[in-house]
Nanobody
Framework: QVQLEESGGGLVQAGGSLRLSCAAS????????TGWFRQAPGREREFVAR????????YYSDSVKGRFTLSRDNAKNTVFLQMNSLEPEDTAVYYC??????????????????WGQGTQVTVSS
């Protein structure tokens, strides 16, 4: 059973950058579709980005497209979310998640069976 651990969150000023990492153990990222979600206080968990299991293609929500970049290092079994031009609206707890193949829509949290504990990102104005 794969276990996920995020790191890299913190406090940053608007316009700044952060890089989140998600390390997997007990499983290999190349066997799972991997996604990042975020949840702000009082709001539902929302899709941020995902990377394809086999082809490594990346997909982003409209709100982060052009500012965030998702990548995967197979040798380190780690995925990275590079976040640039951060805005106060990006403030949330960010979660890494993994889904087995053919589990359903990869844009909704319910499809993902494995989650990290989350890392807080706070962007000050």
């Amino acid at each position: 059973q794969v276990q996920l651990e995020e790191s890299g969150g913190g406090l940053v000023q608007a316009g700044g950058s952060l890089r989140l990492s998600c390390a997997a153990s007990g499983g290999t990222f190349s066997n799972y579709n991997t996604g990042w979600f975020r949840q702000a206080p009082g709001r539902e968990r929302e899709f941020v980005a995902r990377i394809g299991r086999s082809d490594g293609r990346t997909y982003y929500s409209d709100s982060v497209k052009g500012r965030f970049t998702l990548s995967r290092d197979n040798a380190k079994n780690t995925v990275f979310l590079q976040m640039n031009s951060l805005e106060p609206e990006d403030t949330a707890v960010y979660y890494c998640a993994a889904a087995a193949p053919f589990s359903g829509s990869l844009y909704v949290p319910g499809t993902y069976g494995y989650w990290g504990q989350g890392t807080q990102v706070t962007v000050s104005s």
